[in-house]
Every structure is written in C-alpha cells, then in structure tokens.
C-alpha cells in the first residue's frame, strides 16, 4: 500500500524533535514492509530568516523538501493570518499543498490513502485534498485538536465535517474516541491505536554512571515538554517547596522559560532548579535513566509518550490522572497518578512513590507492553479495509 502522510506534527532538519510522535509511528510502520508512504509536512510561510525573528526565522530556513530516515518530505508553505487564521487555516492549508500532492502524483507515486494526523487544521485540510484528488482519508486525533479545539464553534463544525468525511478515524487513546462520540461522531468510524515506544532507544542503561555524568547526588525529578502553562512545569517547581532534599530538572523550551525561572527565585527553589533547553531525542534516555521519577503535570493529554519512554529506561512516573494518562499509568510498577492536579497532590503522589519505589526492571518489564507491533498491525489492517473498500467501489462504477 502506497500512503500520503499530511501533518504539520512532522519532525525537518530546523525543529529535529517536532512532532516526532507522527514520524516514529509512520517508522515502524514503513518498516513493516507492507506500506510506503511519501510524508507532505506543511509549515508556515514567513519571509525572514533573520535569528532575531527566533521560532518564526526557524520556520523560514526549513527546507522545501528533505529526507529522514529514507522518508521524503516536502514542506510547502501555508499563509497564517493574523486574528482569522483560525477560521480559514484549514482552506489555506490545503491550498498551498495542492501543487506539492499533485507533483507527488506526476512523478509516479499514486497513493492510495492520505493519511493525516491532528484533526485541525490538518485533518480537514487532508479531506479537502482528498476530495480534490479522489483519494480515501484517515485522520489521527492526537489531544488538543479533540480536547480543546472543538470548543469554538466553526473548528468544532469543520472537525465534525472531516470525520464524517474521512474513511477512518483513529484515536491515541481511548478517552479521546469517547470524547469524539460526545461531540457526535459514529463510534462505528472511530479505532483507537495507542502510541508505542521505541524500546531500543529507550532503554536502561548505567543509571550511576548517568548521574554523575549529571553532576546528581539528590533524589531528582525530571520534567519533559514544551514550556508552557498546559504541561504545568509551574506545578513541579511549586511543589518543590515542601521537597527540600528533592532536585528538579526540566527539559523543554517554549516562551513560559522567563516565567518559570522567576517562579523559582520567588519560591526560594531556584538553586534545585536545572533547566535543560532542548534535548534531542537521541539524548532523552541519559535524562531518563539518571532521573528517580520522571513528573508529567499536565491539564491535558491525549497519549504522552514521555511517560512510556521513561518508563522503558526503568524510571517511573508521577502524573496528573487526565485524558488517556490512566491508560498509560494502569499499574504500580508504572508508577503514580495524582489525586487532584495541585502541588500538594503533586508532593503527597512523589512521597508515597519514594516509600514503595518499584524496580527499575519491573518498570521497564510494564513498558515492554507497549511496542509499536499491535499499533502497526492496527493500521496495515485500517489501511487495507480502505483500500479494498475503494477499489470495490471503483469496480462498481466501472
């Protein structure tokens, strides 16, 4: 089978961790010898490269088209604007990437299924090119885009248009395909296919030799993600209050950083406080493995995969019981759900994980549960219903 994966959540050689999740799951699924796929990624259009200009000059250096792990990629670019541009993204989108699908296709790749990931903008742009160039479409919802979009009114329209026009629906985790029935979508439409981890990358290693390579000698939490108010970071340095022998370390960057560095000071936690940047991914596993608990506080999640992937370096975790985390966090081996998402849950949830600390081996035994191989059977078997669905009504018509 021949795929067209369309998701601005693609990983390019200026944002190498962005939306790694979409390209690890498109990885193992390519690798299963079964499905090829061509990888359109649109971003952004900004006329200036210039450093100062910060995330927006990244944007503008990406390449045109590019190659990862033997995929091809091309990055056409979509006009964001200002105050409307949630309303029209979709439309824009879908306009700007109709040229690049249709070089794809002159070239001699005619795909037999787009598949997109992140209902909005991205999954009602692939309907729109679906129906351009008569092609069946999936979409992947993933969280915020079922979670949160849908509360205003033409996202929510538009999202419930692409679902009833898509050929399949898949959810990272169950809770998110209950929400997606709430908003009315046929349950009939929707297959949940959880997220994996990458067990050869993230793995146990010499957990000592980790630590001193990181200058640790206290019990010390580790924080992963984006700097801003969802993944609650502010909680953690909050809660570090009534930990005075606890360390904290946060891995991320995002425009909350000045914030979260003042919230420290003011808190008097500042010197327990490592902030990290950016770590690739490759580099993640050291983090892990030299971290107590890894701590996921945030109000919203559809399937974290930081959670698996600490897990699968024997690190267990402390998160806040929201979304699809209870389907991640289902044992004690795993480590601990918060009771409320407060820094006081937050504290009480570190100090009973400390006085039954599981084995680090029990942990990574829990994550071997969670390998890509049922999540990529799921799709070759979606994938080929569709396929032979369409080739069916092809030879009706004929």
Known sequence: MKLLTFSTLFPNAEQPNHGIF????????????????????????????????????????????????????????????????????????????????????????????????????????????????????????????????????????????????????????????DEMVELGVAASSITPLRNGVDLQRFAPGDRGAARAALGLTHFTLLSVGLLDPRKGHDLVIRALVDLPDVRLMIAGIGPERRALETLAQQLGVAARVSFLGGVPQVELATYYNAADVLVLASSREGWANVLLESMACGTPVVA???????????????????????????????????????????????????????????????????VNDNNSMVGQAA
């Open 320 to 386: 806040s019981n929201v979304w699809g985390t209870p389907e991640v966090v289902a044992a004690p081996e795993a480590g601990l759900l918060m009771s409320e998402r407060t820094p006081d849950a937050l504290v009480d949830a570190v100090n009973m994980l400390r006085a039954d600390y599981p084995d680090h081996g029990a942990t990574r035994r829990y994550a071997e549960r969670f390998s890509w191989d049922a999540t990529t059977q799921g799709q070759i078997d979606l994938f080929q219903n569709i």
């Open 22 to 177: 979409v390209e690890t799951r498109l990885r193992y699924l390519v690798a299963s010898g079964q499905v090829e796929s061509r990888v359109v990624a649109p971003v952004p259009w900004f006329p200036l490269r210039h450093a100062r200009f910060g995330h927006y000059a990244a944007l503008a250096r990406v390449p045109a088209r590019e190659q990862r792990h033997g995929l091809k990629i091309v990055h056409p670019r979509y006009l964001v604007l200002p105050k409307v541009g949630m309303q029209v993204t979709p439309l824009l989108m879908a306009r700007a990437a109709r040229s690049a699908v249709a070089r794809i296709l002159d070239e001699g790749y005619d795909f037999d299924v787009i598949d997109a990931h992140y209902f909005y903008p991205d999954g009602v742009a692939a309907v729109m090119l679906g129906k351009y160039f008569n092609k069946p479409v999936t979409i992947t919802a993933r969280g915020t885009d079922i979670n949160l979009i849908p509360r205003f009114p033409l996202p929510r329209k538009m999202i419930l248009w692409a679902a009833r026009n898509a050929k399949g629906v898949i959810t990272v985790c169950n809770a998110l395909k």
